[in-house]
């Protein structure tokens, strides 16, 4: 079975602070991982993704995420968190047990104060 | 702007009832996911359709049922509504069988009373 810890359901950044959401996931094989962000009333949206290749991963909006086998992480990062960035982040991982349906973490909500 | 159409936005209905969520996918995708998001459950996953077959399926209640068409749009029927099935019920959508990037529409939120 696979799953996703996402550490910390609120993280609080200023403006132009590091951003770094954590997530740690659990696969049998290797996995496939993404990271979506949601805004309010909105649905979820790709912002990147890690299937094979590169670890170090870049999205969109400035976001990047690098995947670490030893580590079970993928954890995202933002060198400066702009308001905009203020959202709900979802962790998910995919591809165990022969299923490619991702399996979503909590999801981490992201405070930007000016 | 996903591609990915939902209706109703918001439903409000009492216990006991039939509601239909219909949702139409991206122009080209074949593939159509409906999920739930709750506060208590986080977002989970309900049930997957390619090209009007059933592909996989989550942890959907026997009171649920889902049906894709020749049109590629989908329909999640959810009947003998509880309190516990108000939530925030989302479809995506993604070209190919595995979903390694998926389109999500705005949602529908149904209110169970």
């Known amino acids: 079975a696979q799953s996703v810890t996402q550490l910390g359901s609120h993280v609080s950044v200023s403006e132009g602070a590091l951003v770094l959401l954590r997530c740690n996931y659990s696969?049998?094989?290797?996995?496939?991982l993404f990271w979506y962000v949601q805004y309010p009333n909105q649905g979820l949206q790709l912002l990147l993704k890690?299937?094979?290749?590169?670890?170090l991963v870049k999205g969109i909006n400035g976001f990047e995420a690098e995947f670490k086998k030893s580590e079970t992480s993928f954890h995202l990062t933002k060198p400066s968190a702009h308001m905009s960035d203020a959202a709900e982040y979802f962790c998910?991982?995919?591809?165990?047990?022969?299923?490619?349906?991702?399996?979503f973490g909590r999801g981490t909500s992201l405070i930007v104060h000016p | 702007d996903s591609g990915v159409t939902q209706t109703p936005k918001h439903l409000i209905t009492a216990t006991g009832q039939r509601v239909t969520l219909r949702c139409s996918p991206r122009?080209?995708?074949?593939?159509v996911y409906w999920y739930q998001q709750s506060l208590d459950q986080g977002l989970q996953f309900l049930i997957h359709?390619?090209?009007?077959?059933?592909?996989a399926k989550g942890n959907i209640l026997e009171r649920f049922s889902a049906q894709q068409f020749p049109d590629l749009h989908s329909e999640l029927n959810l009947s003998s509504l509880e309190l516990g099935d108000s939530a925030l019920y989302f479809c995506?959508?993604?070209?190919?069988?595995?979903?390694?990037?998926?389109?999500f529409g705005p949602g529908t939120r149904l209110t169970v009373t």
């Open positions: 696969s049998s094989v290797p996995p496939y």
């Open positions: 998910a991982v995919s591809r165990s047990g022969g299923s490619y349906i991702p399996t």
């Open positions: 359709y390619y090209n009007g077959e059933e592909r």
């Open positions: 890690y299937t094979t290749g590169a670890t």
């Open positions: 122009s080209g995708d074949l593939s």
């Open positions: 995506a959508s993604s070209a190919g069988t595995a979903p390694l990037e998926q389109y």
